[in-house]
Nanobody
Framework: QVQLVESGGGSVQAGGSLRLSCVAS??????MGWFRQAPGKEREFVAA??????????YYTDSVKGRFTISRDNAKNTVYLQMNSLQPEDTDIYYC??????????????????????WGQGTLVTVSS
């Protein structure tokens, strides 16, 4: 099973930026994504993309479109999440995930029958007003 390690979380003021990184231990997947979860709430999909070299598919949840950008470095088995114009409601623990299928990442939080290959341990993002 792939091991995923996130980094880059921290505390910022509203309007600030952070860049999250997630490194995978091995290339056992074709897609990676970011999710977030607040205490007592369900995990929420944020963004995901394909790692297939000729597939530029990218998905975002509506609340982050225009503010967050997901990107990849295939050579480093790494996915990034550039977060700009952060707001207090973006405060969450952010998790990365990997799976052979991009579709699984997009639907895992809404389809109880879907699982993904691996999850990271999470990194905390705190945005103060």
């Amino acid at each position: 099973q792939v091991q995923l390690v996130e980094s880059g979380g921290g505390s910022v003021q509203a309007g600030g930026s952070l860049r999250l990184s997630c490194v995978a231990s091995a290339r056992t997947f074709n897609a990676m994504g970011w999710f977030r979860q607040a205490p007592g709430k369900e995990r929420e999909f944020v963004a995901a993309l394909s790692f297939t070299w000729n597939d530029g598919s990218i998905y975002y949840t509506d609340s982050v479109k225009g503010r967050f950008t997901i990107s990849r470095d295939n050579a480093k088995n790494t996915v990034y999440l550039q977060m700009n114009s952060l707001q207090p409601e973006d405060t969450d623990i952010y998790y990365c995930a990997a799976d052979p299928k991009l579709h699984n990442l997009v639907v895992v939080t809404t389809d109880k029958d879907v699982n993904v290959e691996g999850w990271g341990q999470g990194t905390l993002v705190t945005v103060s007003s």
